[in-house]
Nanobody, 118 residues
């Protein structure tokens, strides 16, 4: 069973930076797309950024130029460097991995809280 564990969340002042990490365990194959999603109180979960196993990235317009997603396939890890944080970035951030290996899969982490104070 694949497990995703996030770390690195916390409280930061507006304009500051945080780095989130996601570690995948229990996988015997290279994960396809991985990504970060977030959910603020009272709002739907939304995409933040995704990255394929080949390194192709995609970002939500709201984070372009401020966030950088990366992954290390050999270590089964993914990171999100968040700079110039704003109060509207406050949310629970979730790690996701999805693709297909004999059958489709869609795994989620438990989430890590990011709070940006203004």
């Amino acid at each position: 069973q694949v497990q995703l564990v996030e770390s690195g969340g916390g409280l930061v002042q507006a304009g500051g930076s945080l780095r989130l990490s996601c570690k995948a365990s229990g996988t015997t194959f290279r994960l396809d797309a991985m990504g970060w999603y977030r959910q603020a109180p009272g709002k739907q979960r939304e995409l933040v950024a995704t990255i394929t196993s080949g390194g192709t990235t995609n970002y939500a317009d709201s984070v372009k130029g401020r966030f950088t997603i990366s992954r290390d396939n050999a270590k089964n890890t993914m990171s999100l460097q968040m700079n110039s944080l704003k109060s509207e970035d406050t949310a629970v951030y979730y790690c996701n991995a999805h693709g297909s290996f004999y059958r489709p899969y869609d795994y989620w982490g438990q989430g890590t809280q990011v709070t940006v104070s203004s």
